[in-house]
């Protein structure tokens, strides 16, 4: 049985040779081809082979030393001209809410008071120049609370009357008024201010009242775009709003909140759309009116003047802060210190850091003793 | 017997019917009688399991599983595409915790976010893996029909697909092996047949398999409808070259060894036709056993990556616990009076539920720390590189057509980590082409003078081979003159040798050897005139000196690695009976004849010169028989080879018996030529701080000489251990006595504690103990039954103390299991980063256990490379992945981390300032689109550009600079400190971010006296800010500005611009006034010059500390990248120094040289950095 030893045996390992191109299709769909001599080969391109051209920055020495030295110097400019055009600003200020018995509007802080008036008396020494803008302020105030928010119906704003009948859910808890829906809906429209002010010269006892501009105070888009009123209905606007509530906070429905000039009423009532432009921040400042007509439209001359104040909104209850300010602006603003000195620190501290960087680099370049 | 098989009516192969009756399925183990069985009229096989035990695997027992030949490695159809993949996608916890997010979403109370800002990037991610998914299955589909539609011929010409256990096949000539055959029969005499298995082991030679003598018979259909034997066998498994079971047929029994089978994915060669019984099919076969699931390998940074997500996790919920009592705190103390303007919830009417409410939509709000794009962006960077190293030409192997192949895309980083190099010798080192170089017949040394050209033999021996590298005048001459002792030196060669032969064409002889040492041996004495043409079961037929001569082969003893000799018995054409031997000097000359003594000692001098030279050797040698000693010998073989137990043992005692008392010849030497760049690839390596670790079967004198040769070991070494011990207690001593010669040589401590990074995290990059490793050279070369008592649990400590000094070792002697257990010991010890390089089957065990497995393709098959994560053709492209790609990968995937980290602590944390002035209320600073799109959109392509293309020093510069591999290996790039860095810089940012707008803003007003201090323009500036400072950060980051870097950075500042108006436009309002009621702000905002000068402000508060603090980085303490990068920045020197370094490398001179200069390097370095 001399074929039973016939085996395939190794010496050695189990090596053998193999020198050409393995042709082999596998059962896991392995492939390999052998279509000439360099099928395989991959292409010879910048990209394949990662030599794009390129650009490789450094940070050397003459880049960076000279680039702090460049930003400080640049920064402090412009340091310089925020800060002198902010200091040129004037801004007077003054907070109303009434809490010390010595304020004016002590009186009218108590909640229980309807429709008081206060009045705060201040004098200018000096020309206020023009044009001057008049800001209410709140402080604690949270405008920027999420549910706040969102506590508004955009279709409703934007004039859609469909949302008239169904305000949106978002407005909760403030969507119906005894099974009324509320127009405008929503917390944000709810908290809606409503302190009034008149600003008077006192010229020789009498009071010359400032006209107060309250034109264009609101953005651009919000006026033009965003908000809309409802279609009229018979040329008037309350019957548009026919069959809806007031929200609850709210004197007079929203079709009669001024009720001097009917345009600016409804929607489109640009104290309403300065409220409901959110501010960022629980401190915030929003534009009241604008000096700019009659004898003031170059400014407050020097004199005494009374604001008076139709104290309404409650802000005590919450620790809130109410004030009024009278300001002037510039080129980039209002008064804006910080940006002013911001710019002055980081633009020296950029210098420093340069020259920090160069006494470390001549260090390291010139070694003493070394060649 | 069911189905009596109608002839002619399927054409001729009916026969196979009653087979399909059952299958075989390894799900029950119940021992049935076989008498039943028989009674049924049903053939059965048998299996024997893993305990012994007989048991039927099939059977009448329906709930038993049906193993077919179909091969399913798709994972999903068309329709339970979506399902399935969506099922597994969840199943990934960061997937899952996205879902659970959205959950949230909807929830009104909690949802401080809309839902598509959450669920627009996860359906991005979930559908890009989708596609992927589906891509790979598609192509698995493909496979899986072309191989199940593959034509079988059982009953019918049926598809491979339905081929069944018990079935029997017919193949013919060149046809793929369908299944795990029986061979029942073969055309060919003797039931041989021949098969080619590189499919199974990349091994091209012919293998022989031959029938049972019993079974060789059936040829015929008819009788084969007859056969009903069982078969009894072990259950499946992937050992690819052992088979054992039983075949119960007529009532005797007969052992089945893998002689008999036929494995599925071989090809059937030179045989007309055979008949096989299918054993194993579809996935039982060896082939899918072996392809079984490989192990799922992760890389470092991708296990720091999920501790740190933790971490992060974590701080999530600290942040939403603070932010949550803020919130009761709040809503207690300021918001229950507040409730006039902005009433409570009916539902949330206490402030602690608020709180509990606030702190989920907090926990949305945040979880952008984590965003779902990191994992996405990570396998998109690692897939890019990976491509880099399949695009590599100078990884492209011209000779053999190969381009370097990444088989596992997820493990690149990784690359640029690598601490220890695992590699094979055979094939992996060296070439795997034998060449035969030397021998020494009858005390004279032939061969010498190798500065010969190849001379050619046709002249007088037109049957010679060309390929042959060797040629000695003086033998030829021997040989034509008629010496005797060359022609029986020749004529063992061309007969004692296990070679087939195949004449492709007239007169062009291909051999097929298993062994390329016996081609070589064959191929030279065909040049010598002894050409071996062509052999039958019981001749062999030699040309010798052009007259044809056929010798009876009567036996032939085989080779084994015990035996390490092999020796046939021919009777030549006058009837005389003569052994041939040939095998290991050491076995060989125990058995000599006595008067060989003096021609032996010359002898071993040569091969002790053959040795030294790094050359493969064999003695040979011949004994005469009488007919009466071979009678009575053959007597005794037969016998040994009747018996079914101990089969072997007997067999060996019997070979023993006549392999005495022979006749010296002489001796070959063959050589295995080291492969191109060798000894300068390791070289390279070590000046990067691998250790290179050889891993061989070979004996220890070849293997320490390939060691020399490719200049792992030198001359200038303090010392070289060499652990050689049999006994626990002789390999103990052997490693106590070398850890006591380091510690003598002063260095020992030192170094171990040096090398482990882990081990010795605080002063990693101490230059003293990195030179003191690289001035302490010591090696160590163990042998494999030394290594066995050295792994063991009680010295395993003091084996890898001792060899964490050596810069080399060698282990030789190793099976591949103790090759994977060494792996297995450093992974455990040393916490680094191994890599595996091999070539063969043997390596594949190593591949599997280590980091990261590279696979030599082209020379040894493909089982390794199938089983790597790497492939390439050549061992010196090892450098060029490690050294270029691996450190790039390692880099850019570290920038990249760094980047992502800080971009989104930058991003989120500004919601967590902002928490404070907004009542805690989870109101976000910025518009729900730029949260949505500021990880997808803005911000994702410039770090993706940075992760895929980034480059800190040219390739040139990282194989010139072998210590840039360093940092890497260290784990300094990226580890928690750098995360603590990057997230320490991110939260500065979004302080800035936040509280810069905040102080300008607060009362900031327009030129035209309207307030700026509005939510949307503060939301649009902090976004607008946010994106500027992070794409200069990433501008400063990017170290390499391709067109790709610059379209991706300006086309995302670009982007987020555009996107911004058209959000902020009037037709996207008029169509939803919910969703965009941002109208007009970035038109409003973005012209207000205050607006800009914030941005302005924000950018350099950011930005400048973090360039000041690079640059004098670059100043006060330069990596060497940044001094090898700016060149001439520091007054040149180590520049110039390096020059001269980097050629004395390549010239392949000293180690000990370049290691000099290396440490003169460090010295001025170290120096450099002291004048700091």
């Given at each position: ?364 370049k010139?070694p003493?003793?070394d060649s | ?952 020093v040219p390739?040139q510069r990282?194989?010139e600079y072998p210590k840039l ?153 330069p990596?060497l990248s940044d001094t090898v990068h700016t060149g001439s920045h520091r007054s040149g020197y180590a520049f110039a120094h390096q020059e001269g370094f980097g050629e004395l490398i390549t ?6 040289l370049s290691?000099l200069a290396l440490a003169t390097f460090f010295k001025e370095k170290d120096s450099t950095?002291?004048?700091?």
């Amino acid at each position: 049985m001399a074929a039973s030893c016939w085996p395939a045996s190794g010496f050695y390992r189990e090596k053998k040779r193999n020198c050409s191109a393995r042709t082999a299709i596998f059962d896991g769909g392995m492939m390999k081809n052998k279509e000439g001599e360099v099928a395989n080969r991959p292409d010879n391109t910048a990209f394949t082979q990662q030599r794009l051209p390129a650009w490789q920055p450094m940070l050397s020495a003459g880049i960076v030393i000279p680039g702090f030295l460049v930003i400080g110097l640049v920064f402090i400019g412009i340091g310089v001209a925020l800060f002198l055009g902010s200091q040129s600003i004037q801004v007077l200020e003054s907070d109303y809410t009434g809490l010390n018995s010595n304020t004016p509007c002590y009186e009218c802080s108590d909640a229980s008071k309807k429709n008081c008036t206060c009045s705060i008396e201040f004098t200018l020494t000096k020309q206020f120049d023009g044009p001057v803008f008049l800001y209410y302020g709140l402080s604690n105030f949270f405008q920027n609370h999420r549910k706040y928010g969102v506590s508004r119906d955009y279709y409703q704003l934007s004039g859609d009357t469909a949302y008239f009948k169904n305000p949106s859910d978002s407005c909760s808890p403030y969507i119906y008024d005894s099974g009324v829906p509320i127009v405008p809906c929503g917390a944000a429209a709810n908290s809606m201010f409503n302190d009034s002010f008149r600003l008077y010269q006192l010229v020789g006892g009498t009071k010359k009242p400032v006209p107060l501009d309250g034109k264009g105070i609101s953005w651009w888009t919000d006026y033009n775009i965003v908000f809309r009123n409802p279609p009229l209905v018979n040329g008037s606007l309350a019957a548009a709003f026919n069959g809806t509530a007031k929200p609850v906070n709210w004197a007079k429905p929203a079709y009669e909140l001024d009720t001097s000039d009917p345009s600016n009423n409804g929607f489109m009532n640009e104290d309403f759309l300065v409220w409901m432009r959110r501010a960022a921040l629980p401190d915030f400042r929003k534009l009241y009116r604008r000096i700019t007509q009659g004898d003031y439209a170059a400014g407050l001359p020097v004199g005494n003047y009374s604001l008076e104040i139709s104290y309404n909104y409650p802000v005590i209850g919450f620790g809130g802060r109410k004030k009024i300010v009278l300001s002037n602006v510039s080129w980039m603003g209002g008064k804006n210190m910080f940006l002013g000195v911001a710019y002055l620190v980081i633009g020296s501290l950029c210098i420093v850091m340069s020259l920090v960087m160069l006494i470390v680099y001549a260090k390291y370049k010139f070694p003493e003793g070394d060649s | 017997m069911l189905g009596t098989p109608i002839l002619g009516q399927f054409g001729p192969f009916l026969f196979a019917a009653p087979f399909k009756l059952h299958q075989v399925g390894w799900c029950s183990a119940i021992l049935r009688s076989l008498q039943s069985a028989r009674r049924q009229g049903r053939r059965y096989l048998y299996t024997l399991n893993t305990a012994g035990l007989k048991t039927t695997k099939f059977g009448l027992s329906l709930e038993c599983t049906v193993a077919d030949n179909c091969i399913v490695t798709s994972k999903y159809n068309i329709i339970t595409f979506l399902p399935v993949n969506l099922f597994e996608q969840f199943q990934e916890v960061a997937n899952t915790y996205f879902l659970f997010l959205l959950i949230l979403q909807l929830i009104p109370q909690i949802s401080s976010l809309s839902w598509f800002t959450t669920i627009v990037p996860l359906v991005l991610v979930l559908s890009i893996t989708a596609v992927k998914d589906a891509t790979d299955d598609y192509f698995r589909h493909k496979s899986d029909n072309q191989v199940n539609n593959r034509q079988s011929q059982v009953l019918q010409n049926e598809k491979w697909m339905n081929v069944r256990v018990g079935d029997i096949i017919k193949l013919e000539n060149n046809q793929f092996v369908a299944a795990d055959l029986l061979l029942l029969s073969s055309t060919e005499p003797h039931g041989l047949c021949y098969i080619e298995t590189a499919e199974l082991d990349g091994e091209t030679n012919m293998k022989v398999r031959q029938s049972l003598s019993v079974t060789s018979e059936l040829g015929d259909p008819d009788k084969l409808a007859q056969f009903d034997g069982e078969v009894v066998c072990e259950p499946p498994n992937n050992k690819l070259d052992r088979f054992s079971g039983t075949l119960y047929w007529r009532d005797c029994k007969y052992p089945l060894s893998n002689q008999n089978m036929l494995l599925r994915g071989c090809v059937l060669r030179n045989t007309e036709s055979c008949y096989g019984l299918v054993i194993f099919a579809g996935p039982d076969t060896k082939l899918m056993q072996n392809s079984g699931c490989t192990k799922f390998k992760r890389t470092s940074i991708d296990r720091l990556m999920n501790t740190l997500v933790l971490w992060i996790f974590g701080f999530l919920v600290c942040m939403g616990v603070i932010l949550a009592i803020g919130n009761a705190v709040w809503e207690r103390k300021a918001g229950s009076l507040f409730q006039n303007f902005l009433p409570w919830d009916p539902s949330v009417n206490n402030f602690l539920f608020s709180a509990f409410l606030s702190f989920w939509s907090y926990v949305i709000i945040l979880n952008t720390v984590v965003p779902i794009s990191l994992y996405v962006s990570v396998e998109v960077i690692r897939l890019g590189h990976s491509y880099f190293i399949n695009w590599d030409r100078k990884m492209y192997c011209s000779h053999s057509n190969t381009a370097a192949e990444v088989r596992t895309t997820t493990l690149n980083e990784e690359l640029g980590q690598v601490e220890y190099i695992f590699s094979d010798k055979t094939g992996t080192l060296t070439q795997n082409i034998m060449s035969f170089n030397k021998c020494s017949i009858n005390g004279h040394a032939y061969g010498t003078c190798t500065m010969q050209k190849n001379k050619d033999f046709s002249s007088w021996n037109p049957l010679a081979d060309g390929g042959l590298c060797f040629y000695d005048g003086s033998l030829l001459e021997a040989v034509k003159t008629g010496d005797l002792v060359a022609h029986e030196f020749f004529r063992l060669l061309s007969l004692c040798h296990t070679v087939m032969s195949e004449e492709k064409t007239e007169g062009a002889l291909v051999y097929k050897a298993q062994s390329p040492d016996e081609g070589a041996l064959v191929t030279a004495a065909r040049n010598f005139g002894f050409v071996f043409c062509s052999r039958t079961p019981g001749t062999v037929t030699v040309h010798e000196l052009g007259r044809p001569v056929t010798y009876t082969l009567l036996a032939i003893l085989d080779f084994n690695n015990i035996r390490k000799r092999m020796s046939v018995i021919v009777r030549n054409p006058e009837g005389r009976i003569r052994l041939y031997c040939k095998g290991a000097d050491t076995v060989l000359f125990d058995r000599l004849h006595p008067c060989n003594h003096e021609l032996m000692n010359i002898t071993t001098n040569h091969l002790n010169e053959y040795a030294s030279d790094g050359l493969r050797t064999l003695a040979l040698a011949y004994r005469d028989l009488t007919e009466d000693e071979w009678e009575e010998w053959a007597e005794l073989y037969r016998g040994a080879g009747r018996t079914v137990d101990f089969r072997e043992d007997r067999l060996a005692a019997a070979y023993e018996e006549i392999e005495q008392d022979m006749m010296l010849l002489g001796a070959t030497a063959i050589e295995d030529k080291l492969q191109e760049g060798v000894p300068e690839t390791i070289a390279i390596l070590s000046l990067a701080n691998i250790k290179i670790w050889v891993l061989t079967g070979d004996k220890q004198e070849t293997a320490v000489n390939i060691g020399y040769s490719c200049k792992m070991l030198t001359d200038d070494m303090t010392e070289i251990f060499i652990i050689n011990g049999h006994t626990v207690q002789g390999v103990r001593e052997e490693l106590r006595d070398a850890m006591k010669e380091e510690e003598t040589q002063g260095l020992g401590k030192a170094c171990s504690l040096g090398n482990g990074f882990s081990e010795k995290p605080k002063n990693p990059t101490s230059p003293t103990s990195l030179l003191e490793s690289i001035s302490g050279e010591f090696a160590l070369v163990i042998s494999g039954h030394s290594l066995a008592h050295a792994l063991e649990a009680d010295m395993e400590y003091e084996f890898v103390e001792t060899v964490s000094v050596c810069k080399a070792v060698i282990c030789c002697r190793v099976t591949p299991l103790q090759k994977a257990l060494v792996i297995e010991l450093i992974k455990r010890h040393k916490k680094a980063v191994t890599l595996a390089i091999g070539d063969g089957a043997n390596d594949v065990s190593m591949i599997k256990t280590a980091h990261i497995g590279v696979g030599i393709s082209g020379q040894e098959g493909i089982q390794a490379v199938l089983a790597s994560d790497y492939s390439f053709a050549q061992f010196r492209f090892l450098q060029r992945l490690l050294l270029v790609h691996g450190r790039w990968s390692y880099l850019r995937m570290c920038r990249f981390l760094c980047y992502f980290f800080y971009k989104n602590f930058a991003f989120t944390m500004v919601h967590f300032w902002f928490g404070f002035f907004c009542g805690f209320s989870a109101q976000t600073v910025y518009d729900q689109y730029f949260i949505t799109l500021y990880n997808i959109v803005y911000t994702s392509l410039p770090v993706l550009a940075m992760g895929i293309f980034d480059q800190d020093v040219p390739e040139q510069r990282s194989l010139e600079y072998p210590k840039l591999y360093e940092p890497g290996q260290l784990n300094l790039l990226f580890n928690k400190r750098e995360f603590f860095i990057c997230i320490t810089q991110g939260i500065y940012t979004s302080v800035v971010l936040f509280f810069v707008p905040y102080s300008v803003l607060s009362h900031a007003t327009q030129s035209n006296g309207i307030a700026l201090a509005d939510y949307q323009t503060f939301a649009v500036t902090t976004a607008t800010a946010l994106v500027i400072v992070v794409s200069v950060q990433i501008a400063l980051d990017t170290g390499y500005w391709t067109a790709i870097n610059h379209f991706f950075v300006w086309g995302s500042l670009g982007s987020y611009f555009t996107i911004l108006f058209v959000l902020h436009s009037d037709i996207l309002f008029s169509l939803f006034p919910q969703q965009f009621n941002f109208l007009g702000s970035a038109q409003n905002t973005l012209k207000q010059p205050v607006v800009w000068l914030t941005i302005a402000l924000a950018t350099v508060i950011c930005i400048a500390p973090v360039l000041a603090f690079r640059f004098l980085k670059v100043e006060l303490k330069p990596q060497l990248s940044d001094t090898v990068h700016t060149g001439s920045h520091r007054s040149g020197y180590a520049f110039a120094h390096q020059e001269g370094f980097g050629e004395l490398i390549t010239s392949g001179k000293n180690m000990r040289l370049s290691s000099l200069a290396l440490a003169t390097f460090f010295k001025e370095k170290d120096s450099t950095e002291m004048r700091g």
